[in-house]
């Protein structure tokens, strides 16, 4: 009889121990030894530390155990996160898309690591190299319904690869210097993934869905850092640049030559908050933006590019939703030159964030000289509610003197996060103060997000009135030109949007990968009174075929109530004011992604206001790598308006991609667009000779759209980065 107790309590105790253990989290050990980073993991430390493994498939199927298995081991020794990966392919075969650094790894075999550094599920970092050894970083930033990828965010890491028959070893070093952790919650949130593009495949570390993105940090793994450095690690970078620039204006025979210098600082006031400055940038080195073709009365968003804005740009990107967002960077600049700028941003306990952004801008013949603050503070409450507020000023100045004419922009925002990761809702709230005016000068919006394997659905209202005044921001709805009188409107508006999506995923199926049988959304608007002037029906559905192919349809549908003159066609004849029906049917195809010739295509046409629009979209892309990469993609819209006349609108763009080595590549865009009578070449050849540390050759040359040359100009940057 005891024999048998004795035998319960040691089953019952073997029982709790292995539950205790199971339920442990994963550490990230701490180990003296530091490794070359080579990409063939044969240091003896390697074999201290516990491994990772047990992917799971993502893509093109979520069921499942991965095939094709990954190890990871992961450690560090105080200055230095170490990461080491394995990937047990099928083949020696390698496929990349590019080997130019912070090109998304989507077309590429690659291993990815995502830290959520703050354990917050707020913003993180994405790490990548894809088997050349090219490096991908990026921020992982929160917006309104889930996250999103900013590839300009760079920082000083290291990462080697190497083949070993079918294996693909991949050997990373990240330093603490780049991160921003709290030392005292020795906590990372932890993700891995592996892209094969040779059989179109994502396996990740940790069983998610397919309908979330594989950086989601909500689905990271939790890992105990042994030993987290409990001193801020001093960072202080420093990166002087100098720029020759020489520009001929065709049209008007005049040249400008320019020989500048800027100077970027970074330094780490903590291990989790950083102060950014600069004096004086130049963003000549900046990708161009690619043109777009606009049959809207609104304007269009363009991202921001530019470094100095992106260290924490979660905080001040998302103070509002996209259409009503009260700060866009890109305002700050566009008319003058930054004289110099200042940032404060990261995390000052472990739930609360601040940033503090100022900016000064120049005075030229246009432009009285600005003064640019942003003020944001975010708290997590809860573990499912984080609130956010924010002030942001805009106001003239001269000399030292703030002068009284301003544009300020207070608000506050809510966002919840349901446990079980399928609900998101957001409230916003901001309140405009100009000089002169102070009614009718608000902002709302409440907004609720559903996603869960197959189906999605989202609602959201917005209540913009007439003088909420964002001279800093993104509210395009807010103003209409009047063709008809040549005046620009400003009037407030309420919106509606509702969304549904219904997929149904074929996972044994040989021939079919997915049906979206259901993608319908209706965005409705109405005047400040309630009288609606636009309602707007999406219908779409679409065919995914094993190897993600698909061919697809879309509907639109949209009751306008023109208020005011539109010159669409931009030949000075105006459609007048009344109620018009547009309809559209839209057929479109897109290859496979992992062929070495990528293609789609489209065909529209349908109803446009008093008349009709048939478009055709086609781009091609031709890999031949590890050498070159060339895109081409051709639009064409064709308006026919009756009397009010008709036009054809081109837009084309090339882009050619020669690649010498992963530090040293030749990039040329070449764009036509007759709507904005611009064709432009921008070619550049780019060195990164230490990391971080460039040299750039940039040739612009601009016509209208008949080739005639309007100016054309050349610019020589380098900056050397000094890490102390």
Same mark, same amino acid.
């Given at each position: 009889? +005891?024999?048998?107790?004795?035998?319960?309590?040691?089953?019952? $105790?073997?029982?709790w121990?292995?539950?205790?253990?199971?339920?442990? /989290?994963p550490v990230?050990?701490?180990?003296?030894e530091?490794?070359?980073?080579?990409?063939?993991?044969?240091?003896?430390?390697?074999?201290?530390?516990?491994v990772?493994t047990?992917?799971?498939?993502?893509?093109?199927?979520d069921?499942?155990?991965?095939?094709?298995q990954?190890e990871?081991?992961?450690?560090?020794?105080?200055?230095?996160?170490?990461?080491?990966?394995?990937?047990? %392919?099928?083949t020696e075969? #390698?496929?990349?898309s590019?080997?130019?650094?912070?090109?998304?790894?989507?077309?590429?075999?690659?291993?990815?690591?995502v830290?959520?550094? =703050?354990?917050?599920?707020? *913003?993180?970092?994405?790490?990548?190299?894809?088997?050349?050894?090219?490096q991908?970083d990026?921020?992982?930033? +929160?917006?309104?319904?889930?996250?999103?990828?900013?590839?300009?965010?760079?920082?000083?890491?290291?990462?080697?690869?190497?083949?070993?028959?079918?294996?693909?070893?991949?050997?990373?070093?990240?330093?603490?210097?780049?991160?921003?952790?709290?030392?005292?919650?020795?906590?990372?949130?932890?993700?891995?993934?592996?892209?094969?593009?040779?059989?179109?495949?994502?396996?990740?570390?940790?069983?998610?869905?397919?309908?979330?993105?594989?950086?989601?940090?909500?689905?990271?793994?939790?890992?105990?850092?042994?030993?987290i450095?409990?001193?801020?690690?001093?960072?202080?970078?420093?990166?002087?640049?100098?720029?020759?620039?020489?520009?001929?204006?065709?049209?008007?025979?005049? &040249?400008?030559?320019?020989?500048?210098?800027?100077?970027?600082?970074?330094?780490?006031?903590?291990?989790?908050?950083?102060?950014?400055?600069?004096?004086?940038?130049?963003?000549?080195?900046?990708?161009?933006?690619?043109?777009?073709?606009?049959?809207?009365?609104?304007?269009?968003?363009?991202?921001?590019?530019?470094?100095?804005?992106?260290?924490?740009?979660?905080?001040?990107?998302?103070?509002?939703?996209?259409?009503?967002?009260?700060f866009?960077?890109?305002?700050?600049?566009? %008319?003058?030159?930054?004289?110099?700028?200042?940032?404060?941003?990261?995390?000052?306990?472990?739930?609360?964030?601040?940033?503090?952004?100022?900016?000064?801008?120049?005075?030229? &013949?246009?432009? =009285?000289?600005?003064?640019?603050?942003?003020?944001?503070?975010?708290?997590?409450?809860?573990?499912?509610f984080?609130?956010?507020?924010?002030?942001?000023?805009?106001?003239?100045?001269k000399? $030292?003197?703030?002068?009284?004419?301003?544009?300020?922009?207070?608000?506050?925002?809510? /966002?919840? !996060?349901?446990?079980?990761?399928?609900?998101?809702?957001?409230?916003?709230?901001g309140?405009?103060?100009?000089?002169?005016?102070?009614?009718?000068?608000?902002?709302?919006?409440?907004?609720?997000?559903?996603?869960?394997r197959?189906? !999605?659905?989202?609602?959201?209202?917005?209540?913009?009135?007439?003088n909420?005044?964002?001279?800093?921001?993104?509210?395009?709805?807010?103003?209409?030109?009047?063709?008809?009188?040549?005046?620009?409107?400003?009037?407030?508006?309420?919106?509606?949007?509702?969304?549904?999506?219904?997929?149904?995923?074929?996972?044994?199926?040989?021939? $079919?990968?997915n049906?979206?049988?259901?993608?319908?959304?209706?965005?409705?608007?109405?005047?400040?009174?309630?009288?609606?002037n636009?309602? *707007?029906?999406?219908?779409?559905s679409?065919?995914f075929?094993?190897?993600? @192919?698909a061919?697809?349809?879309?509907?639109?549908?949209?009751?306008?109530?023109? #208020?005011?003159?539109?010159?669409?066609?931009?030949?000075?004849?105006?459609?007048?004011p009344?109620?018009? #029906?547009n309809?559209?049917?839209?057929?479109?195809?897109?290859?496979?992604?992992?062929? #070495?010739?990528?293609y789609?295509?489209n065909?529209?046409k349908? +109803?446009?206001?008093?008349?009709?629009?048939?478009t055709?979209?086609?781009?091609?892309n031709?890999?031949?790598?590890?050498?070159?990469?060339?895109?081409? *993609?051709?639009?064409?819209?064709?308006?026919?308006?009756?009397?009010?006349?008709?036009?054809?609108?081109?837009?084309?763009?090339? &882009?050619g991609?020669?690649?010498?080595?992963?530090?040293?590549?030749w990039?040329?865009?070449?764009?036509?667009?007759?709507?904005?009578?611009?064709?432009?070449?921008? @070619?550049?050849?780019?060195?990164?000779?230490?990391?971080?540390?460039?040299v750039?050759?940039v040739?612009?040359?601009?016509?209208?759209?008949?080739?005639?040359?309007?100016?054309?100009?050349?610019a020589?940057?380098?900056?050397? !980065?000094? %890490?102390f």
């Amino acid at each position: 009889m +005891r024999s048998n107790s004795m035998k319960r309590i040691s089953v019952i $105790l073997l029982f709790w121990i292995s539950c205790n253990v199971c339920s442990q /989290n994963p550490v990230i050990p701490f180990k003296k030894e530091g490794i070359t980073v080579d990409g063939i993991l044969n240091e003896s430390v390697w074999s201290e530390v516990p491994v990772h493994t047990n992917f799971y498939n993502l893509l093109p199927s979520d069921e499942g155990m991965a095939e094709n298995q990954t190890e990871v081991k992961i450690f560090h020794d105080g200055n230095f996160i170490y990461i080491g990966a394995v990937y047990y %392919d099928t083949t020696e075969k #390698q496929q990349v898309s590019s080997l130019k650094r912070d090109v998304s790894i989507g077309l590429s075999d690659a291993f990815v690591l995502v830290l959520d550094t =703050q354990h917050q599920q707020q *913003s993180g970092n994405l790490f990548a190299v894809n088997t050349y050894g090219t490096q991908v970083d990026a921020l992982v930033e +929160r917006g309104e319904s889930g996250f999103g990828l900013n590839f300009s965010w760079n920082a000083v890491w290291k990462a080697n690869t190497s083949v070993e028959g079918t294996k693909k070893l991949y050997e990373i070093a990240i330093p603490f210097k780049a991160l921003n952790f709290d030392n005292k919650e020795a906590k990372f949130g932890v993700q891995f993934y592996v892209r094969d593009i040779k059989n179109n495949s994502w396996t990740i570390f940790t069983d998610i869905s397919r309908n979330y993105p594989t950086f989601d940090l909500r689905f990271t793994k939790t890992f105990e850092v042994e030993n987290i450095p409990k001193k801020g690690i001093s960072r202080f970078a420093v990166s002087p640049a100098v720029v020759a620039n020489y520009q001929k204006d065709v049209v008007n025979d005049t &040249t400008e030559t320019a020989l500048n210098a800027s100077l970027d600082v970074q330094y780490n006031v903590s291990s989790s908050l950083k102060l950014d400055a600069t004096i004086l940038p130049d963003f000549s080195q900046i990708d161009v933006d690619q043109q777009v073709t606009n049959l809207s009365r609104f304007s269009v968003f363009f991202p921001e590019r530019r470094n100095f804005f992106l260290e924490n740009a979660d905080l001040f990107a998302n103070l509002g939703p996209r259409d009503v967002n009260p700060f866009y960077s890109r305002r700050i600049g566009a %008319d003058s030159d930054i004289q110099f700028g200042i940032k404060l941003s990261g995390n000052i306990a472990p739930k609360t964030r601040i940033g503090v952004l100022n900016a000064q801008t120049e005075k030229n &013949t246009a432009m =009285q000289a600005q003064n640019f603050l942003v003020l944001v503070a975010e708290q997590q409450l809860l573990q499912q509610f984080t609130a956010t507020g924010f002030v942001v000023n805009k106001q003239k100045t001269k000399s $030292l003197n703030f002068l009284n004419d301003y544009n300020r922009v207070v608000g506050g925002n809510l /966002n919840f !996060r349901s446990k079980n990761n399928k609900w998101i809702g957001t409230s916003n709230f901001g309140m405009s103060f100009t000089d002169g005016i102070s009614e009718k000068n608000k902002f709302y919006n409440i907004g609720v997000d559903y996603n869960d394997r197959g189906v !999605r659905g989202s609602f959201s209202f917005k209540r913009v009135e007439g003088n909420y005044l964002t001279e800093v921001g993104f509210t395009p709805r807010l103003y209409t030109f009047d063709a008809l009188n040549n005046v620009l409107i400003r009037e407030g508006y309420l919106q509606t949007t509702g969304a549904i999506e219904y997929t149904k995923f074929y996972d044994t199926s040989k021939v $079919l990968n997915n049906v979206r049988y259901l993608n319908y959304r209706n965005t409705t608007y109405f005047d400040i009174s309630g009288v609606q002037n636009q309602m *707007s029906h999406f219908l779409n559905s679409a065919v995914f075929f094993k190897n993600l @192919s698909a061919v697809y349809y879309v509907l639109n549908f949209d009751t306008i109530d023109l #208020q005011y003159g539109f010159d669409v066609l931009g030949n000075g004849n105006a459609l007048l004011p009344q109620q018009y #029906q547009n309809w559209n049917v839209k057929v479109g195809y897109n290859s496979a992604n992992n062929q #070495q010739v990528r293609y789609r295509f489209n065909l529209q046409k349908g +109803r446009f206001y008093n008349g009709e629009k048939i478009t055709g979209g086609a781009y091609v892309n031709y890999q031949l790598l590890p050498f070159a990469n060339l895109e081409l *993609s051709y639009d064409i819209n064709a308006i026919n308006l009756k009397e009010l006349g008709k036009e054809t609108f081109h837009l084309a763009r090339f &882009t050619g991609e020669v690649f010498l080595n992963n530090r040293l590549n030749w990039t040329t865009y070449v764009q036509y667009n007759n709507q904005q009578n611009n064709f432009n070449i921008n @070619s550049r050849l780019q060195w990164e000779y230490k990391p971080l540390s460039y040299v750039y050759l940039v040739v612009t040359d601009n016509f209208n759209k008949d080739f005639n040359r309007k100016d054309w100009g050349i610019a020589l940057k380098m900056n050397y !980065r000094f %890490d102390f």
